[in-house]
């Protein structure tokens, strides 16, 4: 099965419940990049409920700028602020320790990459996690629209399984977090989660 996504930072875990535990994760690469929308923000739970963390970005083309060519804003502070933020939230989860120095490796950039890369090898990385066979592969041309799995432009439709979350006995579990919150709660247990009936799902296009 192949399904077609748009990048995003830290992925919603419903993205990978699409093709978890074997698949294609198509990526979007002609688009132009759209704000306010997970191509460069995610959610995490932390001490006072749900937490989003915006990468700040650099478009030299305004709201025409390509995917390709959005660039992180390295003038800001953000990759402080975001570590600060999930060792905030996860400093106590159970597979904090054990993912701490990998996770950290995504901030501590000391020069700007394109969002799409960044975002590509934080995937890349959660893919391994996961311990999936899911690969990924990017768009040869713009396509309006595919017959199905297409995820560009809404989420996929995903029914919560509830899972450990640190902050649950205060706030209860708050689903629609990203992959982050599930990784650094479950660990390699991840899977019971994501597993879901492969049955009836065809294949796209060719993108």
């Given at each position: 099965m192949r399904a077609v996504f748009t990048t995003a930072y830290w992925?919603?875990?419903a993205y990978f419940s699409v093709l978890y535990p074997t698949g294609q994760w198509v990526?979007?690469?002609?688009e132009t990049f759209q704000k306010q929308t997970h191509r460069n923000r995610c959610s995490i739970y932390g001490?006072?409920?749900?937490?989003w963390l915006i990468i700040p970005v650099v478009r030299k083309h305004g709201t025409k700028t390509p995917i390709r060519e959005v660039m992180l804003d390295m003038s800001k502070d953000?990759?402080?602020i975001h570590w600060l933020a999930i060792e905030s939230a996860y400093g106590s989860s159970p597979y904090y320790e054990y993912y701490r120095d990998e996770i950290r490796q995504f901030y501590e950039l000391k020069?700007?990459?394109p969002l799409f890369d960044f975002n590509?090898?934080?995937l890349k990385w959660c893919l391994d996690v996961l311990e999936s066979n899911i690969t990924i592969t990017l768009t040869g041309s713009y396509i309006?629209?595919?017959e199905d799995h297409d995820y560009r432009r809404h989420m996929p439709d995903y029914d919560p399984v509830p899972y450990y979350q640190v902050f649950a006995r205060?706030?209860?579990f708050i689903p629609g977090q990203s992959i982050l919150d599930l990784i650094m709660n479950e660990g390699p247990e991840a899977w019971k989660v994501l597993e879901t009936d492969s049955k009836g799902k065809g294949d796209l296009q060719s993108p």
């Open positions: 992925p919603a875990i990526l979007e690469q002609h001490a006072n409920g749900p937490q953000w990759q402080r020069k700007t990459v590509t090898a934080i309006g629209e595919y205060k706030y209860g």
